[in-house]
């Protein structure tokens, strides 16, 4: 196996032990752009892990610093370590502007100084860091004509963001981050003393039914931004859509109970979903 098939190998690993939702969405790719878009996923957990699972002893603020010392490395030289050459090459062939992946450390980073966000507004940019940039990443991959689609893929990185906030609310509590609005908890009078002690009750329930139907709003903006010259190449990300919203429907159906089990797809009903939208759009494109 030469260098290149290691990158690739350690790449789709990473991804498909993930367990993600995109591993899923991407099945069906030509094997470039899957790839590429393993290599992504692969730079976003390792990104991601630097921050939350750092070894004892390990300084998240300087792992980071030299993961992105070894970002501009690779950009500058071609150089740098494995998951960052794969994501690099990836960036190269796809024509995907460096801009991004600082911007998603930059993202990555807030959850170091951010533990507490006062409005939505606040909020926002964390979600368009984290997750809207990683759409504008993935349609580079994807292919688009239509300048429109980078709405669609920031309406529904937001919409993905906001869907994964509400499902580990209670997770990230006990890690000691809450991502809801402070001033939504004060809307619906559900304490920060109460979310941090897993409290489901009426007020909870009423809090949670307010941020799903945001949710949704960014869903059917997504929706509304996606053009039909772009609607073939943007497979995956439907896929990705509708696994998500599924996910959105299974915790309004759970009454919005995080605390007592989490709330997830099965392997079987993502690869339904995502086989029948596929064979959707190749029956579609039949003559």
């Known amino acids: 196996m030469n260098q290149v098939d290691d990158l690739r190998t350690n790449s789709r690993t990473i991804t498909k032990q993930s367990g993600s939702n ?9 094997k470039p752009k899957r790839e590429a878009l393993y290599a992504v996923y692969a730079f976003c957990r390792l990104s991601d892990d630097l ?8 300084n998240p603020v300087d792992a980071l610093t030299r993961w992105r010392k070894a970002l501009d490395t690779y950009f500058e030289d071609s150089v740098g370590p494995p998951i960052i050459t794969a994501v690099g ?12 992946f600082e911007e998603l450390l930059n993202g990555m980073e807030m959850d170091l100084t951010h533990t507490r966000y006062a409005t939505f507004e606040e909020l926002y940019p964390y979600c368009y860091r984290v997750a809207s940039i990683v759409g504008l990443i993935c349609i580079e991959i994807f292919g688009y004509t239509n300048p429109q689609t980078k709405t669609y893929a920031e309406q529904l990185g937001i919409a993905f963001q906001l869907t994964n906030i509400l499902r580990d ?3 990230d509590a006990q890690r000691g981050r809450i991502y809801l609005p402070q001033d939504e908890l004060r809307q619906f009078g559900y304490s920060e003393e109460e979310l941090l002690a897993g ?16 949710a949704r709003g960014f869903f059917r903006a997504a929706s509304a931004a996606l053009t039909a010259e772009d609607e073939r190449s943007l497979l995956a990300a439907e896929i990705m859509r509708a696994i998500y919203y599924r996910l959105l429907l299974r915790l309004e159906a759970r009454q ?9 797809i099965g392997k079987p009903r993502k690869l339904l979903l995502a086989g029948g939208l596929w064979l959707r759009s190749a029956l579609s494109s039949w003559p």
Request: charged residues 20%; aromatic residues 22%.
């Open 169 to 171: 609310v209670g997770a």
């Open 199 to 214: 409290r489901y009750n009426h007020a909870f329930t009423e809090l949670m039914r307010f941020q799903c139907e945001r």
């Open 89 to 100: 090459q990836a960036a190269r062939r796809f024509h995907i502007p460096k801009v991004y």
């Open 22 to 30: 995109f591993y899923y969405a991407f099945l069906f790719l030509p």
């Open 51 to 58: 921050v939350d699972e750092s070894n004892a002893g390990v």
């Open 256 to 264: 919005y109970d995080v605390f007592h089990g989490k709330i997830t």
